[in-house]
């Protein structure tokens, strides 16, 4: 059993930076790979970026390659999107998740965060 919780998210100017982190509880994490997502109103939940449980390979959504970066820190059992150059389409509810595998499909995911809010203003 994994329990993520989320932090970081809030409102910011088009533009701006912003860095969430997630917390993982458990002494497994690091056999974990852990993806971002996000879902803005009345839309489906969407791929941001993955990594695997060793850090070294990373995923990004199109939209979001070359503007966020995720990494993770096991000894803090943590994983972090820092997210630059935001923009008002960024705004949404972003979730952390953990699985066995760093896919950009939200099924290939076993726990989830309860999510943050971020706000882009333009």
């Known amino acids: 059993q994994v329990q993520l919780v989320e932090s970081g998210g809030g409102l910011v100017q088009a533009g701006g930076s912003l860095r969430l982190s997630c917390a993982a509880s458990g002494r497994t994490f690091s056999s974990y790979a852990m993806g971002w997502f996000r879902q803005a109103p009345g839309k489906e939940r969407e791929f941001v970026a993955a990594?695997?449980?060793?850090?070294?390979?990373?995923y990004y959504a199109d939209s979001v390659k070359g503007r966020f970066t995720i990494s993770r820190d096991n000894a803090k059992n943590t994983v972090y999107l820092q997210m630059n150059s935001l923009k008002s389409e960024d705004t949404a509810v972003y979730y952390c998740?953990?699985?066995?595998?760093?896919?950009?499909?939200?099924?290939?995911?076993?726990?989830w965060g309860q999510g943050t809010q971020v706000t882009v203003s333009s």
């Open positions: 990594i695997s449980w060793s850090g070294y390979s990373t």
């Open positions: 998740a953990a699985g066995g595998f760093e896919a950009p499909h939200p099924n290939e995911y076993d726990y």
